[in-house]
């Protein structure tokens, strides 16, 4: 099993920065894939930044160039850099952790932390 939790939320005015940490903890032997999404009410949990354990990073048009995904192993830590937000960040951010080792894979998420950008 793996427990994450994440912090880092909160308000900031558009053009502005936060960084949103999740702390990961059990058994994270096997972790392939970690992911920040978002998630609207009534809309469907959206990709905002990807990493994979080889070190891959993957990141839509929409966050390219503002936002940074990044794994502090000692730390067990994943982190999302949030740069030049605009009002259209604003939504609850979710880490994603998926334990590819042993099989079968598992998905993991963390319980939410909002994010509000102002104009």
């Known amino acids: 099993q793996v427990q994450l939790v994440e912090s880092g939320g909160g308000a900031v005015q558009a053009g502005g920065s936060l960084s949103l940490s999740c702390a990961a903890s059990g058994n994270t032997r096997g972790i392939y894939w970690m992911a920040w999404y978002r998630q609207d009410p009534g809309k469907h949990r959206e990709l905002v930044a990807s990493?994979?354990?080889?070190?891959?990073?993957n990141y839509p048009d929409s966050v390219e160039g503002r936002f940074t995904i990044a794994r502090d192993r000692e730390k067990n830590t994943l982190t999302l850099q949030m740069n030049s937000l605009k009002p259209e960040d604003t939504s609850v951010y979710y880490c994603?952790?998926?334990?590819?080792?042993?099989?079968?894979?598992?998905?993991?998420w963390g319980q939410g932390t909002q994010v509000t950008v102002s104009s």
């Open positions: 994603n952790f998926v334990k590819t080792f042993p099989p079968p894979s598992t998905t993991y």
């Open positions: 990493l994979t354990s080889d070190g891959k990073t």
